[in-house]
């Protein structure tokens, strides 16, 4: 909750000693700090103008419609955008929300998990709900400091010490030699290197240079 | 991974014991009975033609391009469309990955935690990117069978059977009975029961009228 900025914390019939014993670890977060306590579902949602309910069920009978978080994450995100409050029904993980629960929702929605393995452990089930609520595929992607490409000068000299090191190594075959520097003037072409790559390859390729002069 | 349909989990340098007790778990899926290990990251990834990172952390210095999640997810999405392995290399819950394991990925990708709460528990981390991989925004919606909208002769017997009530516990003053009478009419209607649900209706205003007839 706190990683996706969703403080309020509302728990209904909640176990006595797992409650006690988050309030007061050493990393109790403030959300749990601030947890409010309720009897009843009723209670617990009072204040809110849309609630939610969620389920491990497919298409069992239905009372309610039921969406997948998808299409239902739009929903309340509306209404929270419109400044009305929303709440998110999350039931206990082994029994999930009971029917009585349900009554209470507006409608619900139901994580796409596979058909044969439906039910999600609570922690991932509500971390998944409140990341469909603020994702945001308008996001821009963040790219290491602009690399400046390389200019034709220095690759060709990149291409000019690899072809020495390929001569010196005995790779190039002398009838072919022609058609071994074109083939590898187009593969250095295509590394797409970045002008600080090509100094360090350089390097790399003269120090080959330099140990084939020393045998 | 298994709620979401992935069960290649590939484990490096995992801590001993807690693999042990894992796959020896009543419980343990078949994701982790057939988890592989290895000791180090390239073995890991030896088969993968796109490998991506996951990280906590927002602009920090940059090696690698950044996505965040919302649109590194297409990028995933569409590698694996083609046929392609893809991998997704999550960190340890306490240190995230290393600069080392990071040289071994195409780009990171990040999940949109707000900046004061970056780093999630793994388990969560995991199921929140695996759903981003696998949600479809134009899945359906299921609603409740096709529910028989009321028919006006209804809606007027419930209208009708309201205003005997109303009458009966004096609500309906004689002075404004006709004002009354069309501003119940258009709340039946705003009402848009269907007819299963007027049968209720008339059942309960039916009661009421009874007992108002005995008193």
């Known amino acids: 909750m706190s990683n996706f900025g969703c403080f309020d914390l509302r728990l209904v019939n909640a176990y006595r000693v797992a409650v006690d014993e988050a309030r007061s670890a050493v990393k109790a977060g403030a959300v749990i700090e601030k947890a409010r306590e309720f009897t009843t579902v009723a209670e617990a949602v009072a204040d809110c103008s849309l609630v939610v309910g969620t389920t491990a069920i497919g298409n069992r009978e239905l009372q309610h419609t039921l969406k997948r978080l998808e299409t239902g994450g739009t929903g309340i995100r ?28 507006d409608w619900l929605i139901r994580i796409p998990t596979r058909e044969e393995h439906g039910s999600m452990n609570l922690g991932q089930a509500v971390a998944v709900t409140l990341y469909e609520l603020i994702r945001n595929p308008r996001a821009v992607t963040a790219t290491p400091r602009a690399k400046k490409a390389a200019t034709s000068e220095q690759l060709e000299r990149v291409t000019t010490l690899l ?24 593969l250095v072409k295509r590394m797409d290197l970045p002008g600080a790559d090509v100094e360090a390859l350089q390097g790399m390729l003269r120090q080959i240079l330099w140990k084939f002069g020393q045998s």
């Open 78 to 105: 509306k209404h929270l955008a419109a400044g009305a409050p929303a709440a998110i029904l999350f039931g206990s993980e082994k029994f999930g929300l009971s029917n009585d629960d349900m009554t209470h929702c």
């Open 163 to 186: 072809l020495d090191a390929l001569r010196h190594s005995g790779y190039v075959n002398e009838k072919t030699a022609a058609s071994t520097e074109h083939k590898t003037r187009r």
